[in-house]
């Protein structure tokens, strides 16, 4: 028996696992160049990640004072998930100690699962890509459980996703891992532990995400873990 204090993690993608962020950039400038708007340098993507890629093309251009009309905004969306079909592995790696960590965790028996606000199918062909796919018992994108009865993906920020991975993992205990606020939002909502990736695409400083933990690297997470016990 594993002393370890938790049966499963819950763990978001992007910014948390893999640095996707050049790739993100990529897709999200080149609807921005269609629509003739200027281009975002990477580092300022990184604030604009975490609600999905239509939350992330809205920000892009609410921020240049753009049209968010849904017959200017459509066409853009649509460019730049295609794009991103396209391209979404080209420069997305796990950040360092990702592996190990993984290795670590399924030594223990510790279950995993992937629950980002990313459409699915990207989800899915970019774990592939990277050959991690059967590291998880699960995996929840931003549109996999479907819309509320306002219209709204049930996707972090509320507690569905982490939910419904406790609930496929067949966990007691979950803690999550993830870098923004909707992250540490989910995770309170589930009434689950939360760690922060103060190395991701954190929306604000990570001590100020209200985590129960910060880690600075991938490699602290297991350590993280086992304080929170
Ligand atoms: O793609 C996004 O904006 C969010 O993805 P994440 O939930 O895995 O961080
Ligand atoms: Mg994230």
Not at 19 to 37: E, I, M, P, R, S
Not at 83 to 112: C, R, W
Not at 175 to 196: E, H, L
Request: aromatic letters at 8%.
């Amino acid at each position: 028996m594993s002393d370890f204090p938790f049966d499963a993690i819950g763990l978001d993608l992007d910014g948390t696992l893999l640095d996707t962020k050049a790739d993100l950039a990529a897709a999200v400038n080149h609807a921005l160049a269609d629509g003739g708007y200027q281009q975002v340098p990477a580092k300022q993507v990184e604030g604009l990640i975490g609600g999905g890629a239509k939350v992330m093309l809205a920000r892009a251009i609410e921020a240049q004072g753009g049209s968010m009309a849904e017959e200017d905004f459509r066409p853009l969306y649509k460019t730049l998930l295609r794009y991103y079909s396209q391209h979404n592995a080209v420069h997305t790696q796990p950040f360092p100690g990702v592996i190990e960590t993984l290795d670590e965790l399924a030594a223990m028996d510790v279950k995993l699962a992937v629950v980002t606000n990313k459409f699915e199918g990207f989800a899915a062909e970019i774990l592939e890509q990277l050959g991690l796919t059967d590291r998880f018992v699960t995996l929840i994108g931003g549109d996999s459980l479907g819309k509320d009865a306002n219209g709204n993906f049930r996707a972090k920020p509320a507690a569905d996703p982490v939910l419904t991975a406790m609930e496929r993992c067949g966990a007691r205990r979950l803690a999550f891992v993830g870098d923004s606020t909707y992250d540490v939002m989910a995770a309170r909502a589930a009434g689950v532990p939360v760690v922060a990736a103060g190395y991701g695409y954190c929306d604000k400083p990570a001590h100020d995400l209200g985590a129960d933990a910060v880690i600075d690297s991938f490699d602290a997470l297991i350590p993280a873990l086992r304080g929170l016990a």
